[in-house]
C-alpha cells in the first residue's frame, strides 16, 4: 500500500513539475511576443504618421519652381524609400517570430513526447497484479485454523502476511 502511495505522490509531483516547467515557458513566449507587439505598434504609428505627412503634402498646393519636377519620380522613390525602411525593421521582427514559433513547437512536441512515455508507464504500472495465493497455502490455513491456531501463528508458520491469513479465512468462511 505505501509502495503505491508513493507511486502516486511522484507521479503527482511529476505532473506538478511538468504543468510549472509548462506555465513558465508559457509566460516567456508571451513576454516575447509583448515585446514584439511593442514594436510591431511601434511601427505601425511610424507608417501612420508617414502616411498621414504623405496625405497632408499632397494636399498643399505644389510651390511653382523655377525647374519642373517630376512628382511621380518622386512618389516612387518615396514609396521604395518607405518599403526599404519597413523591410528593414521588419523582416528581422518576423524572422525571430518564426524562430519563437520553431522552438516552441519543439518544446510542445517534446513535452507531448514525455506525457506519452509517463502514460505509457503508467499503464504498464498499473498492469501489475499482486502475487496470486496458492490452493495448498489455503488449504494448509484452514486446516491450522480448524486445528486451533491463531491467525498470527499461521502467518508466522506459512510465512505469509497476517492480513493474507485473515482474508483467505474469511473467504473460506472460516471467520
Do not use: C
Amino acid at each position: 500500500m505505501s509502495n503505491e502511495l508513493l507511486l502516486y505522490v511522484a507521479f503527482v509531483l511529476l505532473l506538478g513539475v511538468f504543468g510549472a516547467i509548462f506555465w513558465l515557458r508559457d509566460k516567456q513566449v508571451n513576454l516575447k511576443f509583448a515585446k514584439f507587439e511593442l514594436a510591431i505598434e511601434g511601427l505601425i504609428k511610424e507608417n501612420y504618421q508617414l502616411k498621414k505627412q504623405l496625405t497632408e503634402l499632397a494636399q498643399t498646393p505644389p510651390p511653382v519652381l523655377q525647374n519642373p519636377v517630376d512628382m511621380s519620380q518622386i512618389e516612387h522613390q518615396i514609396d521604395i524609400k518607405i518599403s526599404e525602411g519597413l523591410s528593414h525593421k521588419i523582416a528581422p521582427i518576423i524572422e525571430n517570430v518564426r524562430i519563437i514559433e520553431q522552438s516552441v513547437n519543439e518544446i510542445k512536441d517534446d513535452q507531448l513526447d514525455r506525457l506519452y512515455n509517463l502514460e505509457e508507464r503508467t499503464k504498464s504500472i498499473s498492469k501489475i497484479t499482486p502475487p496470486s495465493f496458492e490452493v495448498s497455502n489455503e488449504s494448509k490455513v484452514v486446516e491450522m485454523y480448524r486445528a486451533g491456531k491463531s491467525p498470527e501463528m499461521i502467518a508466522k508458520d506459512l510465512q505469509l502476511g497476517v492480513g493474507q491469513v485473515t482474508m483467505i479465512l474469511k473467504f473460506k468462511k472460516e471467520m
